[in-house]
């Protein structure tokens, strides 16, 4: 299926508020690559939404998940969200935004983490799966030759992500699934690939 395909997708089969942030973020990110390997953008945050949906969260967080990174990345306003998709989902998105004016990117990823922290369930489930779906993607990156340093930076913040959704939702199976997936890094790293 192309990335202009409007078909629904199996995991929004009875959300419709998802279904409906399906279409907007496939317009939003048309363009838009992967950097692991160069599929559309749009397929994270789609990855991120199924796993809350089959997680069993609501069609609302479902939503968000899909639209997490809109307002970062394209020329999304929060209003606009909002307009289209409910406050609840507006907010969640923003709160889950990279603050712009924070030029170092540790401090930034410091203050989203905090953010998430202070927000609550829904948001640190739409973290932890967005997490999880960057995992893999940096396995990727591994597997084609990524710059060592840059992959173990983005690997020590998975790391403090996964110590902060343990400490707030320990047990729950999206933090189990991002322990998962950075165990498997280190215990069974990628081979590079020639």
Not at 19 to 34: I, K, M
Not at 128 to 142: Q, T, Y
């Amino acid at each position: 299926m192309g990335i202009a395909s409007e078909k629904a997708l199996s995991f929004t089969r009875d959300l419709p508020l998802s279904e409906a942030a399906v279409a907007f973020a496939r317009r939003r990110h048309a363009g838009q690559a992967r950097g692991g390997d160069q599929a559309p953008y749009v397929f994270h945050p789609l990855e991120a939404a199924s796993l809350l949906e089959r997680a069993g969260y609501a069609d609302e967080v479902v939503a968000a998940a899909v639209l997490h990174d809109v307002l970062e990345d394209t020329e999304t306003r929060q209003e606009e969200l909002a307009e289209r998709f409910g406050a609840e989902v507006a907010i969640l998105v923003a709160t889950l935004t990279d603050d712009p004016t924070i030029s170092d990117e540790d401090e930034r990823r410091d203050e989203v983490r905090e953010r998430v922290h202070r927000a609550g369930a829904s948001a640190l489930a739409i973290y932890g799966a967005d997490k999880i779906s960057k995992v893999r993607e940096l396995r990727l990156l591994l597997a084609t030759g990524a710059d060592p340093e840059i992959a173990e930076s983005k690997r020590r913040h998975y790391e403090k992500c996964l110590a902060m959704l343990e400490e707030f939702t320990l047990g729950a199976p999206i933090a189990e699934l991002l322990r998962f997936e950075l165990e498997a890094l280190r215990e069974f790293p990628p081979v590079l690939q020639q």
